[in-house]
């Protein structure tokens, strides 16, 4: 049963998560809320191994979540509800592309869709902020200074620096960041 539910679960999150792979990460955290599989530090765990790991970052956390859940078959489960909507969708549009070019419903849609899409990735990254140099992220205002993880805060941004004035591989900020924070933890 619990394999029905994962494939389910992320069959939803695939279809409606558009924008790429962080845009599936607001369905996860209600996912969380509502079925309990797993906490949002955990998930905030999630997505920091999955953006350091090759593939896409919305299948990588798909995998990783069912993993958790439910083991090797979770995992695949989950995965395969993720990806089917797109591998759907593809297929129908593939074989209705000259309909769909230039039809004027599918751009106002896609017009509607792109503003929203990019407001829930840039919900997600408030909140990984919030959860990544706050110890207690609860959204409250006032309670942001008293939680402060200011390590965290000054990591955050020495790597925002970093990555707007160095064009470098995002891998080797990643090992950079991971060497950084084994030492800040010592």
């Known amino acids: 049963m619990i394999f029905l539910q994962l494939l389910f679960e992320f069959f939803k999150t695939g279809l409606f998560a558009i924008g790429g792979g962080l845009a599936t990460v607001p369905f996860l955290y209600e996912m969380s809320d509502r079925l309990g599989w797993f906490t949002k530090e955990f998930l905030s765990d999630m997505i920091a191994i999955s953006e350091s790991t090759p593939g896409p970052i919305g299948v990588n956390v798909a995998t990783y979540a069912g993993y958790a859940v439910s083991g090797f078959f979770g995992a695949v489960c989950s995965t395969i509800g993720l990806v089917a909507p797109s591998v759907i969708t593809i ?60 390590r965290a805060a000054i990591l955050f941004f020495i790597f925002l620096i970093l990555t707007n004035k160095l064009k470098l591989h995002p891998i080797f900020y990643i090992i950079l960041a991971g060497i950084l924070g084994a030492l800040l933890k010592l």
């Open 91 to 150: 297929l129908i549009i593939g074989k209705m592309f000259d309909k769909f070019k230039n039809n004027l419903y599918v751009e106002h849609a896609l017009y509607g869709v792109r503003p929203a899409t990019t407001g829930m990735i840039a919900s997600v990254a408030l909140g990984l902020i919030g959860s990544a140099v706050l110890n207690d992220f609860n959204g409250q205002i006032q309670t942001v200074f008293a939680s402060l993880d200011v």
